[in-house]
T-cell receptor, first 115, second 112 residues
């Protein structure tokens, strides 16, 4: 089956620094990728939709200057959390849409802890 | 706004029992529903889906039932195993959108 990989699986960074999380579709081309955020014991919240070669579409309330999304190729999207603060600590999950189909495949998630 | 929700946040069952996880949705335009399983510290895993023109779909040990009249969705897991312990989310899509909207989630705990 289709595989979506995230890296790193977990990261600890200091407050005020920036951290980048990568999302790769390993065996298919993903024209569209999605970034979610999940707090403990809560549901997934869609942050933004990332389209290859164009600007990401952010959900209401998500700061685009804080959560920079780049989708430079058909297999890679990156999420950069800029000037991270402890409240940005969360589980970040990406997913990818395969071609023309409706199936969406999820990555394993990345834990971010800001200290 | 319209949302997808769940009745029970936690469900505890004994190994071997059947489990039923419920989900209520409010968007009458929803035409595609998905159940995901999320194990601790991992991303969601697709379990089964159903389109709005169906009322039942079966997979391996799982069955999804859809009642559009009352906007209710359920996931039935037969002969529940400890490995089934996880959080289960229902999600819905509507209007041709391929972006799923997730419900709150139910934590299933299976006791050996």
């Amino acid at each position: 089956g289709a595989v979506v990989s995230q890296h790193p699986s977990w990261v600890i960074c200091k407050s005020g620094t920036s951290v980048k999380i990568e999302c790769r579709s390993l065996d298919f081309q993903a024209t569209t990728m999605f970034w979610y955020r999940q707090f403990p014991k809560q549901s997934l919240m869609l942050m933004a939709t990332s389209n290859e070669g164009s600007k990401a579409t952010y959900e209401q309330g998500v700061e685009k200057d804080k959560f920079l999304i780049n989708h430079a190729s058909l297999t890679l999207s990156t999420l950069t959390v800029t000037s991270a603060h402890p409240e940005d600590s969360s589980f970040y999950i990406c997913s990818a849409k395969r071609g023309q189909g409706n199936t969406i495949y999820f990555g394993e998630g990345s834990w971010l802890t800001v200290v | 706004g319209e949302s997808v929700g769940l009745h029970l946040p936690t469900l505890s069952v004994q190994e071997g029992d059947n489990s039923i996880i419920n989900c209520a949705y409010s968007n009458s335009a929803s035409d595609y529903f998905i159940w995901y399983k999320q194990e601790s510290g991992k991303g969601p895993q697709f379990i089964i889906d159903i389109r709005s023109n169906m009322d039942k779909r079966q997979g391996q040990r799982v069955t999804v039932l859809l009642n559009k009249t009352v906007k209710h969705l359920s996931l039935q897991i037969a002969a529940t195993q400890p490995g089934d312990s996880a959080v289960y989310f229902c999600a819905e899509r509507s209007g041709g959108s391929y972006i799923p909207t997730f419900g709150r989630g139910t934590s299933l705990i299976v006791h050996p």
